[in-house]
């Protein structure tokens, strides 16, 4: 039987978004040209690691990536059809698509974790098992499991691909705390078991800068993304 | 004076292998894989290989049917406008064309109210309606046909053009004689009177 499971029964996790490029060379010059447009739309945006070949900022919406040949912004908090995440994309690859000069994108990918979280592993590893989304008999292969504890799909044509992948996961956050800041800051050390269903939903062909929109495009992709799996979740009806 | 340096430790995010397949994303960790690639090489399998063609328009923005995105149904206009130009290019008589070009004239309205998905299609839409207006019935010449068509077929193909792109077009609707300036404003108040006499 299939899963009853839908998109809706996973909480988001994050969402990036990517652009490629070849020749973002600029980024050796115009670093601080991004940080300091990108001030004017996000006032909290701090950085927080700088190297010749990526630097990273972060704001109170999320993470910025500038490198040589990609950039990206990831984000904890979204809203249901993506739109306000589309907005950020869309200053933040203005500005670097401007500073850096890029005209063609060589791929660019909508990136949307989810997970469900179980009280053991075992019930994750059932909850995936469940949803037989690969057409094999329940035994032991490999010497290992009984069913796969991941499951990886890809769809791909010579203009759009995309990848859904399902794992039943122990996920572990741990932060260290220096030893004088102990007393006042409490260590992370958490651990959460379920399953993560992760979406990457990208382009194969090269995209130019005139053809591509990221306040139109992203939201159109999250509802596909939803549309889709819930199709994969229930079976594959479509 | 300076403060003494206290020295926090950054906490750092795994940085993971990623593969190039893959949209990078600071919250995943795949090192349990077993890499494969020798490093420093790197095999380009997927869009950045530079002779591929750039992506159909069609396939970028792919929606289900009754969609709500403004650029889907502006890419519809465009193609209906595109497919009356291409009709009255092939039409036999100048009587024929001209009912095909007055087809494509009426998406025009349609299309401005699509005006915020650029700048450069804001200048390009805007621009074709004034050049319809100030020829004022008159048929396009087989000339001002072709461009109208080609800046189009342009304006599909790349929709987000900037400004300076979209004026670089009107310049060609121009040079095939198109008047593409708003009327006067003299003009446009006789055409309100005529229009309140009828």
């Known amino acids: 039987m299939p899963s009853a499971l839908t998109i809706d029964d996973f909480k988001a996790f994050s969402a990036t978004c990517e652009l490629r490029y070849k020749h973002g060379y600029l980024i050796f010059d115009r670093t601080g040209h991004v940080m300091e447009d990108m001030r004017e739309s996000f006032p909290d945006i701090a950085l927080s690691t700088a190297s010749p070949q990526q630097t990273l900022f972060t704001a109170e919406e999320g993470t910025f990536a500038i490198e040589l040949a990609a950039c990206r912004f ?24 401007d500073q850096f000069q890029i005209a063609v994108f060589t791929r660019i990918g909508l990136r949307n974790i989810f997970r469900r979280e179980y009280k053991t592993e ?39 691909g995309a990848t859904v992948r399902l794992k039943a996961e122990t996920t572990e956050i741990k932060l260290n705390v220096p030893a004088e800041l102990q007393e006042s800051v409490p260590k992370v050390d958490k651990k959460s078991i379920g399953l993560t269903l ?20 992203l939201p159109q992709k999250f509802r596909i993304i939803k549309k889709e799996v819930d199709s994969i979740l229930q079976g594959g009806a479509k | 004076m300076s403060e003494t340096a206290i020295n926090i430790p950054k906490v750092q995010r795994h940085a993971p292998p ?26 380009e399998t997927h869009g950045a290989t530079a002779i591929a063609p750039v992506i159909e328009i069609d396939r970028l923005y792919e929606a289900p049917p009754g969609t709500s995105s403004q650029i889907v149904r502006a890419l519809e206009l465009l193609k209906q406008a595109i497919d009356f130009l291409a009709e009255a290019q092939k039409s036999n008589t100048p009587m024929e064309a001209d009912r095909f070009v007055q087809r494509a004239q009426l ?34 010449t087989p000339d001002q046909l072709n461009a109208v068509w080609r800046v189009l077929r342009e304006l599909r193909a790349r929709p987000v053009l900037p400004l300076e792109q979209g004026i670089q077009r009107v310049e060609e609707l121009e040079e095939c004689g198109l008047e593409v300036d708003p009327p006067d404003l003299g003009d446009l108040l006789e055409d309100a009177e005529s229009a309140s006499n009828e």
């Open chain 1, 122 to 160: 075992d019930e994750s590893k059932q909850a995936l098992a469940s949803m037989m989304l690969a057409n094999l008999k329940p035994t032991k292969r490999f010497n290992s499991s009984d069913s796969p504890t991941e499951v990886l799909f890809r769809w791909e044509d010579a203009q759009i």
């Open chain 2, 107 to 140: 998406t025009l309205p349609k299309l401005f109210a699509y005006r915020s998905i650029g700048d450069g299609f804001g200048v390009i839409i805007n621009s074709l309606h004034f050049a319809f207006t100030n020829l004022r019935g008159t048929p396009l």
């Open chain 2, 18 to 43: 990623q593969s190039p397949d893959e949209t990078g994303t600071p919250t995943t960790n795949r090192s349990e894989s077993t890499p494969s690639a020798v490093r420093g090489i790197v095999v």
């Open chain 1, 74 to 97: 990831t984000s904890g908090h979204l809203d249901k059809n993506g739109e306000t995440f589309a907005k950020h994309c869309k200053t933040f690859f203005d500005i670097v698509t």
């Open chain 1, 198 to 217: 992760d979406i990457d939903y990208y382009t194969v062909a090269p995209v130019e800068r005139e053809q591509w929109d990221a306040q139109e495009w």
